[in-house]
């Protein structure tokens, strides 16, 4: 608090009331709330990730290590840094232009799309992991076909990237699209009245200006491909050692009752997370110049 | 360079932006396209750009036909009402990117850019700002940078999207005799759109008032004031 000097006795008794801005809270709300808020995170974030790891660790990093390089656990992890690999550069690719189109042009249509961007997040995952069993399952011709020719989809690999695609379709575009429409279309414009080709344009205007937002997009596509579980539950089969992914060899190992090696496996699923969000604030901290300077005019 | 609007006309889904008009620029005049908003007044001057292509009509530069030309071919500097810099990249970077982007074989070397750029600098009388960011720069500034890059890429016309919309009255009045100055010392055919009538007679040699997507009158500004030809812009001059 600023105290002025001020001659008058009525006039320092005035500025002696405390300052209040007109955003201010009294302490009593604020510290209720941040109290609230800490024991929410408390309950629900902190405490489930140190059980995680209390459990993993309960006997012992050798133990816990040892349940990580079963030939299942190890095959696990590979595929899904596999499917991880795979999908998210696909829908980076994919939502960007979907995002593009949406917010450069102007089509008939183009409310329908959007909508249709959001059925994998409004649709549940093991319902769409039913629709790629329909679709390409051992009931219907083309599935034949497909395990025929050897190329089946259901209860293989191609099924679970697949699943994934579909699931993580969303969180790209979903993050691009704001942003693009926020930027409008001037700057591009101006690119092409350079002379600058649209390829040209894309990759010395657009993408540079959407570059944060599209890393957000990408890290949390990578967080939910590394993590789904109920889309390709329904897909994999399950098959040990072939289709059963990180988040599905978590399951297997808990029923089991291989408790330590199922918190092992969750908390490797964990720590990945954590490499994408350090990964993250790296790079914010890194380019804070760059944010602060390529931030609206 | 001059330009020849020929019947040019425009719809948006089934609504007319602009009706069938006509217009003719003589080389190295300063137009200015005076009118309210949803007169139709920047679609024309997109059109001019290339940046929106008419329904029917023609563009003629030079009594060549231009109507199809792509935006990139045309070679209008363009400078858009929010000048539209390029963010992420220095008033350097922004002014060579005209330069940058063509095709190798007249492509100048970067040296020859790095000049062209440096002059470009000092003629908009902002020779130290070139490593700076767009987010730096006052908006007088970036009008002027915005003005800079347009003619980087050594325009066959000057095309201005209410260039001096968004800036402070003194600032207005500074920028608009730079306008006039780079215009006479370049020669360029010069279109730029405004609303603010004052602004149009002041500067420009040639002023087009425009209502509802067609043309009311074309004149030297003082036969406008004089002899208005309809009461639309008798009401419009005088506001």
């Known amino acids: ?297 | 360079m001059n330009i020849d609007i020929e019947e040019i006309s425009k719809d948006f889904n089934s609504t007319f932006a602009l009706h069938p008009v006509s217009l003719s620029i003589p080389s190295g005049t300063l137009v200015a396209l005076l009118g309210p908003s949803g007169s139709g007044k920047t679609t024309l001057l997109r059109i001019l750009g290339g940046l929106e292509f008419p329904t029917a009509g023609r563009v003629l530069f030079d009594a060549s036909d231009a109507t199809g030309l792509s935006v990139q071919v045309r070679r209008a500097g363009f400078v858009f009402q929010s000048y539209a810099l390029f963010r992420h990249m220095t008033v350097f970077d922004n002014i060579a990117y005209g330069l940058r982007a063509r095709p190798r074989k007249s492509r100048p070397q970067s040296g020859e850019i790095t000049r062209r750029v440096t002059k470009l600098l000092e003629l908009i009388k902002l020779p130290d700002i070139g490593a700076r960011y767009p987010n730096q720069l006052s908006g007088g500034q970036r009008q002027r940078v915005a003005l800079a890059r347009a003619l980087a890429i050594e325009p066959r016309m000057l095309l201005l999207d209410e260039p001096f919309g968004a800036l402070d009255a003194k600032v207005r009045k500074e920028l608009r005799q730079g306008l006039r100055d780079i215009h006479d010392t370049t020669g360029l055919t010069t279109v730029f759109v405004t609303h603010d009538q004052e602004e149009a007679m002041q500067l420009a040699d040639l002023v087009v008032v425009m209502s509802m997507g067609r043309i009311e009158q074309v004149g030297k500004p003082d036969d406008i004031r004089a002899r208005p030809k309809t009461p639309f812009v008798r009401e419009f001059i005088s506001a």
Request: aromatic residues 12%; hydrophobic residues 55%.
């Open chain 1, 1 to 297: 608090m600023i105290s002025l000097p001020s001659p008058t006795g009525r006039a320092a008794q005035a500025s002696r009331r405390p300052f209040r801005s007109a955003t201010t809270e009294p302490l009593v709300i604020k510290w209720t709330l941040i109290g609230l808020c800490f024991s929410v995170l408390t309950v629900l974030l902190f405490a489930p990730l140190i059980a995680i790891f209390d459990e993993a660790l309960r006997r012992g990093w050798a133990f816990a290590l040892a349940s990580l390089s079963e030939p299942d656990a190890q095959s696990a992890i590979r595929l899904t840094l596999l499917v991880a690999a795979i999908t998210v550069p696909l829908n980076a690719i994919f939502g960007i232009a979907a995002a593009w189109a949406i917010t450069k042009f102007d089509w008939r249509g183009k409310a329908w799309v959007i909508t249709l961007i959001d059925l994998p997040f409004s649709i549940s995952p093991v319902v769409a992991g039913l629709l790629f069993v329909l679709m390409f399952g051992s009931n219907t011709a083309l599935g034949v076909w497909l395990v025929a020719n050897g190329f089946p989809i259901v209860f293989a690999v191609p099924g679970i990237l697949l699943a994934t695609l579909f699931i993580t379709f969303p969180f790209v575009a979903r993050e691009l699209i704001p942003v693009m429409l926020e930027q409008g279309r001037a700057e591009e414009e101006a690119a092409l009245t350079l002379g600058a080709s649209g390829w040209r344009t894309f990759v010395t205007v657009t993408l540079p200006n959407i570059r944060w937002a599209l890393l957000y997009g990408v890290l949390l596509c990578n967080a939910r491909a590394m993590g789904e579980f109920g889309a390709v539950a329904v897909v994999s089969g399950k098959i040990r050692g072939q289709t059963t992914t990180m988040p599905l060899m978590i399951e297997m190992f808990y029923n089991e009752y291989l408790s330590v090696a199922a918190f092992t496996m969750a908390g490797v699923l964990a720590l990945l997370a954590f490499v994408t969000l350090t990964l993250k604030s790296v790079l914010e901290w890194r380019y804070a110049d760059q944010l602060a300077a390529t931030h609206r005019h």
